[in-house]
T-cell receptor
Framework: KQEVTQIPAALSVPEGENLVLNCSFT??????LQWFRQDPGKGLTSLLL?????REQTSGRLNASLDKSSGRSTLYIAASQPGDSATYLC??????????FGSGTRLLVRP | SQTIHQWPATLVQPVGSPLSLECTVE??????LYWYRQAAGRGLQLLFY??????ISSEVPQNLSASRPQDRQFILSSKKLLLSDSGFYLC????????????FGQGTRLTVV
């Protein structure tokens, strides 16, 4: 059974710092991995999708990498801003079309 | 472009009452559809998913059911709500064929009292 773990559970950093969020999964037979952002009381916003054949994806100040064989992904946020404060979730999909989520990293960027 | 609509945004229901949450997708056909529940401070739990009209897969035995009466409509229901049904319910869709990006609605905050 696929399990997804995110470390750390919470993170507080000063504005301007570069940071890395980690995601690990137990079964490397995934089809893709997706990073989401969730603001309090809101739905999920898709940030980046990495197909299993890809190593990384970039969007603006965000860069996500995937090491499928070791079951790990990282989300790198450059030059963090207070507006980046949110919960970040990673999810993997398998052959059954399902998304399996981690429990998220709650990020606070202090002005 | 595609959009997903989910309503209501908030709902307070007494124990034992019925439930119906609706989700619709516009701008695509035959999407994969999903219902997730997020308990306070916890990750998302997949409840149901559907790859076509009338095709519903259930992930966990529970007090809830799902239906897909039309191609782009996904309904989450309960005949009698329990206190433990409280949570944040999220509908999502992805393109048919699987393995593609998933897009989420804004969620419904359900409180059972």
């Amino acid at each position: 059974k696929q399990e997804v773990t995110q470390i750390p559970a919470a993170l507080s950093v000063p504005e301007g710092e570069n940071l890395v969020l980690n995601c690990s999964f137990t079964d490397s037979a995934i089809y893709n991995l997706q990073w989401f952002r969730q603001d309090p009381g809101k739905g999920l916003t898709s940030l980046l999708l990495i197909q299993s054949s890809q190593r990384e994806q970039t969007s603006g100040r965000l860069n996500a990498s995937l090491d499928k064989s070791s079951g790990r992904s990282t989300l790198y946020i450059a030059a963090s801003q207070p507006g980046d404060s949110a919960t970040y979730l990673c999810a993997v999909s398998d052959s059954s079309y399902k998304l399996i989520f981690g429990s998220g990293t709650r990020l606070l960027v202090r002005p | 472009s595609q959009t997903i609509h989910q309503w209501p945004a908030t709902l307070v229901q007494p124990v034992g009452s019925p439930l119906s949450l609706e989700c619709t997708v516009e701008g695509t056909s035959n999407p994969n559809l999903y219902w997730y529940r997020q308990a306070a401070g916890r990750g998302l739990q997949l409840l149901f998913y559907s790859v076509g009209i009338g095709q519903i897969s259930s992930e966990v035995p529970q007090n809830l059911s799902a239906s897909r009466p039309q191609d782009r409509q996904f309904i989450l229901s309960s005949k009698k709500l329990l206190l433990s049904d409280s949570g944040f319910y999220l509908c999502a869709w992805s393109f048919s064929g699987g393995y593609t990006e998933a897009f989420f609605g804004q969620g419904t905050r359900l409180t059972v009292v």
